[in-house]
């Protein structure tokens, strides 16, 4: 056997061998594709594309720690929500939710922690400077009051009541106190088509999950009642 065929032979093998040793790595590399999209999905609203409570609390306390003072916590919960699930199908109510969540997306920035808590309950935690506040919040209840466009043609009025807390304003940091008294600021404007800041006093008010009675008394921001 001349030198040539040996050649050839010697580099038949080596291409087989490192053809071979390429396919574990490119069934590895598709394997690791569908793990991060699984992962993905895991930590995603498949309604909304919203962050899901997990993912959506680790966010939200990196930019407090990185934003500090410069942060709002933002708590939304849908109004009239019940009525439109039972008087329209539960369709147009996935529809409203969905449309929530692309308004908070389009409103806060993808830097922003966008998170759908559990039913018609939202939070979002940005990084908002005093300066930009009441401007800001203003826009975002304009923003989802209005009105949305249903597959059929047929148009569903919809509101939502927003709080909102800020580390300068309450002294921490801490995302559940921050929380807590977004949501009730929430609830003392419920209805009421404006923004509520949330004072000192809402950190403690006795509070379930945030839902609570009395008007401990509220910057109110946004549309009219």
Do not use: C
């Not at 969905?98 to 997306?105: M, P, Y």
């Not at 209005?146 to 009025?157: A, E, F, I, K, Y």
């Not at 580390?167 to 801490?174: K, V």
């Amino acid at each position: 056997m001349n030198s040539v065929p040996r050649h050839q032979a010697r580099f038949g093998q080596r291409a087989l061998l490192l053809t071979t040793a390429a396919l574990p790595l490119t069934g590895w590399a598709i394997h690791a594709a569908a793990l991060h999209k699984q992962l993905a999905a895991t930590r995603r609203d498949p309604l909304t594309g919203l962050l899901r409570r997990d993912a959506y609390t680790t966010r939200a306390r990196r930019i407090l720690a990185r934003h500090g003072d410069d942060v709002a916590v933002v708590m939304v919960d849908a109004d009239h929500f019940k009525q439109i699930n039972d008087g329209m199908g539960h369709e147009a109510g996935d529809t409203v939710l969905a449309s929530i969540g692309a308004r908070l997306t389009a409103w806060a920035g993808p830097p922003a922690a966008i998170g759908r808590l559990g039913g018609d309950e939202f939070a979002v935690v940005l990084e908002l400077g005093a300066d930009r506040r009441r401007q800001r919040l203003e826009q975002l209840v304009r923003m989802l009051h209005t009105p949305v466009t249903l597959t059929d043609g047929r148009t569903v009025s919809v509101a939502a009541s927003v709080g909102a807390a800020t580390p300068d304003t309450l002294g921490t940091r801490d995302l559940t106190t921050l929380q807590r008294a977004a949501d009730a600021a929430l609830y003392d404007g419920k209805h009421s088509g404006r923004a509520h800041l949330a004072t000192t006093a809402h950190t403690s008010l006795p509070s379930i999950n945030g839902r609570r009675s009395g008007r401990p008394g509220t910057a109110a921001w946004g549309r009219a009642a």
